[in-house]
T-cell receptor, first 111, second 115 residues
Framework: GENVEQHPSTLSVQEGDSAVIKCTYS??????FPWYKQELGKGPQLIIDIRSNVGEKKDQRIAVTLNKTAKHFSLHITETQPEDSAVYFCAAKVGNEKLTFGTGTRLTIIP | SAVISQKPSRDICQRGTSLTIQCQVDSQVTMMFWYRQQPGQSLTLIATANQGSEATYESGFVIDKFPISRPNLTFSTLTVSNMSPEDSSIYLC????????????FGPGTRLLVL
């Protein structure tokens, strides 16, 4: 089955700087890659997703890039703000099959 | 996007007892999922619940321990039976991920502490 690795497990960046979180997946058939943000005491919130027919997707300060050849995808957050502090999870799946999650990255924005 | 609510939001239970968690969605959905998130860990799928059929359980999870009901397209329940401290986790309901839209949404979670 699918295996998703996520790095780093923790990340601290100065407010205003950029943050990058990387994930690799094992199943070359995977074609959907969402990213979730989980704040303390809340459920995971979808922040951006990408399908395998697209190499990059942006939504304001957030972007996701996908390299199908290398089987990795990354989350980029620019101009970080204190409210970006949370745990971020990547995930991957093949079509309508189940999501496989990464292990999570705890992002801390230092004011 | 779907709006998902869960009840209770949190509970403290004694070992050996059972707790039923409810999940309500504001629209009809085909697929509903139940996840467990142990403290500081990632999300682990317990089972997939489709209306009108038996739930499909992942490896390591059994129906006797985690019975699931799915009476209609907007509601599901997960029961955690004969609880032990190892069952202390966040339990999350999720919907979506089928048809042409692969997007999956999560509820706020139920925080369970077993003493």
């Amino acid at each position: 089955g699918e295996n998703v690795e996520q790095h780093p497990s923790t990340l601290s960046v100065q407010e205003g700087d950029s943050a990058v979180i990387k994930c690799t997946y094992s199943d070359s058939a995977s074609n959907y890659f969402p990213w979730y943000k989980q704040e303390l005491g809340k459920g995971p919130q979808l922040i951006i997703d990408i399908r395998s027919n697209v190499g990059e997707k942006k939504d304001q300060r957030i972007a996701v890039t996908l390299n199908k050849t290398a089987k990795h995808f990354s989350l980029h957050i620019t101009e970080t703000q204190p409210e970006d502090s949370a745990v971020y999870f990547c995930a991957a799946k093949v079509g309508n099959e189940k999501l496989t999650f990464g292990t999570g990255t705890r992002l801390t924005i230092i004011p | 996007s779907a709006v998902i609510s869960q009840k209770p939001s949190r509970d403290i239970c004694q070992r050996g007892t059972s707790l039923t968690i409810q999940c309500q969605v504001d629209s009809q959905v085909t697929m509903m999922f139940w996840y467990r998130q142990q403290p500081g860990q990632s999300l682990t799928l317990i089972a997939t619940a489709n209306q009108g059929s038996e739930a499909t359980y992942e490896s390591g999870f059994v129906i006797d321990k985690f019975p699931i009901s799915r009476p209609n397209l907007t509601f599901s329940t997960l029961t955690v039976s004969n609880m032990s401290p190892e069952d202390s986790s966040i339990y999350l309901c999720s919907v979506g991920g089928s048809g042409s839209s692969w997007t999956q949404y999560f509820g706020p979670g139920t925080r369970l502490l077993v003493l």
